[in-house]
């Protein structure tokens, strides 16, 4: 297929798809182009970390959550063209109780989602499975996290009951521990 360039925008309302060919088995590989959104126009939401708090749709929500308390993040609906984007507003080294992210309702993430991860101070990522329906950030208390002041997760949805994740994380060179999993 010849390339094509177009000249203004160019919109999609079910995100935007990148296929790879394998030269020899012919078999395509289908996957979601998930870089952070563009925020033009999300307004900025401050939330205090609790033990429940909930991130709304078409918000930039900024959140204080150190690890010191555990905190359970509900998304809103995931209905196609929804957009909420988590943000860290401090450093996570306050201690070790988790930061979870729980999907509404029968809402799941994408199954093969993956999300950067730490594992005995390496880069690791995990995997969402079907029908998964947690993120669950567990820091370590210290400041090395790769989760910490400024991070970003942006929670797309494309389809109707599905959450696409794409991440900024801010750690410094340092940033060699902290954990995320997805989970049911």
Do not use: H
């Not at 970390?49 to 509900?74: E, F, P, R, S």
């Not at 860290?88 to 992210?101: I, M, R, V, Y």
């Not at 390496?122 to 996290?145: I, Q």
């Amino acid at each position: 297929m010849a390339s094509t360039t177009f000249n203004g925008p160019v919109r999609s309302e079910k995100g935007f798809e990148v296929a790879t060919k394998n030269a020899t088995t012919g078999a395509v590989t289908t996957r979601y182009s998930s870089a952070l959104p563009d925020m033009t126009g999300l307004a900025k939401l401050d939330l205090a970390t609790g033990a429940n708090i909930t991130l709304q749709a078409d918000k930039i929500n900024i959140v204080n959550y150190t690890g010191a308390a555990a905190c359970a993040v509900a998304l809103p609906a995931a209905t196609k063209g929804a957009i909420a984007v988590y943000v860290q507003a401090l450093d996570t080294a306050g201690g070790t109780n988790t930061l979870t992210f729980n999907a509404a309702g029968t809402d799941v993430w994408a199954t093969g989602s993956l999300i950067e991860s730490r594992d005995s101070n390496e880069v690791t990522f995990d995997t969402s499975a079907a029908g998964e329906t947690s993120l669950v950030f567990t820091p370590v208390d210290a400041a090395t996290n790769l989760f910490t002041t400024g991070s970003m997760i942006a929670f797309m949805c494309f389809e109707d009951g599905v959450w696409t994740i794409a991440t900024e994380f801010t750690g410094a060179a340092a940033a060699v521990t902290g954990a995320f999993a997805f989970g049911a």
